[in-house]
């Protein structure tokens, strides 16, 4: 919300643009650095309590927030929202799987995305309070009702039952308490496919956050469009093709999976496929309305990958460290995406146009495609 009440915010607490972005900036940064932490902590003491816990507070904070009269108590409240939202994902992709074991994995994990996915696109609502109220209202609205549902939550959300693998661990005196951080990552890293996730991951971040924050940018440069209508076409026309896309793909794997195993990497590895050229093609055309079909295109087919990411992870990681993988992937995406569009700004001074960075950037979808064949070869070797 906060991105689209900035005129609100900055008349009533005066700051420079640069002050204005380290309000996202350090919620970004403390988000980052915390999420491999917070999902050994998933691990270790429950995924849903963890989700609660971080729904709480993560509504106090927004509360909070609301009242804050000075940019160093709006930057304190943000860098604690990056806290509180940083234990929630890694926990709650891993739960996802925990209760969805078999063919429902994928269609439970693009149900929950699509949640994330039009929360974003919502966030249009908190500039619209800011703008016929204050900009303190939706802060406070949104964090009262978050603190009512953090309660109800505590009541309906409760582990998975232990599968046979956990419950022998259990008999083998592998006890959870004696779960170490340095266990996880180094168990996670001694396996060669969680490698191969990580540098996938890790370009995909920087693929992602490059294409979306400077589209619009690309829009009104290359087509000499208003900033308003470069932001529509930026964002109204690929929302609910992505959601689409997930729902869509979630839908296929799960249907595929139960005649193809590796029906969860198979479907991403399609999508990407056809991502690439559409990235490519839609920077290298002068026309509107075939950029936009282009990148349509692309947000369905890139949404294949986050409807069966949490599914390709567990199928790879021990259960008992699934939450700290999610965390490390989502930290390295954030951080990755963060360099990815300061490195585009950075070409963009050199005079190198988002045409050729975008083609680049086409390039690079295909060296995830062959990443992900490899994580496909390596469990197939298991497996036999």
């Given amino acids: 919300m906060i991105t689209t009440m900035r005129s609100s915010i900055v008349d009533a607490i005066p700051m420079t643009d640069a002050k204005f972005g380290m309000l996202t900036s350090v919620f970004l940064w403390v988000y980052a650095l915390l999420s491999p932490f917070s999902g050994y902590i998933a691990d270790r003491f429950g995924r849903s309590k963890v989700i609660i816990v ?3 507070v993560w509504s106090l904070v927004t509360w909070l927030t609301s009242y804050a009269t000075t940019y160093n108590q709006l930057l304190l409240t943000r860098a604690l929202m990056g806290i509180s939202e940083a234990f929630y994902i890694p926990a709650a992709g891993a739960l996802i799987i925990d209760y969805h074991k078999n063919s429902t994995q994928s269609i439970a994990t693009s149900v929950h995305t699509t949640g994330i996915t039009l929360g974003s696109s919502l966030g249009f609502i908190g500039g619209w309070l800011a703008e016929k109220y204050t900009w303190h209202s ?3 609205i949104f964090g009262f009702v978050g603190i009512i549902y953090a309660f109800i939550v505590a009541f309906f959300l409760k582990e ?3 599968d046979n693998q956990n419950k022998q661990e259990q008999k083998m005196g592998k006890k959870e308490e004696s779960l170490k951080f340095g266990s996880a990552v180094k168990d ?3 396996r060669k496919e969680f490698v191969y996730l990580f540098i996938f991951w890790g370009i995909l971040g920087i693929i992602g956050w490059t294409i979306m924050a400077w589209l619009p940018t690309y829009y009104k440069e290359q087509f000499d469009l208003s900033q308003s209508l470069a932001g529509l076409y930026a964002t109204v026309y690929l929302y609910p093709v992505s959601i689409v896309g997930l729902l869509l793909g979630g839908f296929l794997s799960d249907l595929w999976s139960k005649t193809n195993r590796y029906a969860r990497i198979s479907i991403p590895i399609i999508g990407l496929s056809i991502a690439a050229p559409c990235v490519f093609f839609a920077g290298h055309t002068s026309i509107l309305y075939l950029v936009i079909f282009l990148f349509m295109g ?3 087919t890139r949404a294949t990958v986050e409807t069966n990411f949490t599914p390709i992870l567990c199928s790879i990681a021990n259960q008992r460290y699934r939450s700290t993988g999610l965390g490390i992937l989502n930290m390295l995406a954030t951080l990755m995406g ?3 569009i300061y490195i585009t ?3 963009r001074d050199m005079n190198v146009s988002l045409n050729h960075i975008y083609q680049i950037a086409s ?6 495609v062959g990443l992900l064949w490899l994580i496909k070869k390596e469990l197939k070797k298991q497996n036999k």
Avoid at 363 to 368: H, K, R
């Fill in 54 to 56: 971080s729904l709480f």
């Fill in 138 to 140: 939706a802060f406070h």
């Fill in 160 to 162: 998975a039952p232990r």
């Fill in 188 to 190: 996670l890293f001694k």
């Fill in 298 to 300: 692309y947000a369905l």
């Fill in 338 to 340: 963060g360099i990815g």
């Fill in 345 to 347: 700004g950075a070409l």
């Fill in 363 to 368: 390039f690079s979808i295909v060296i995830c």
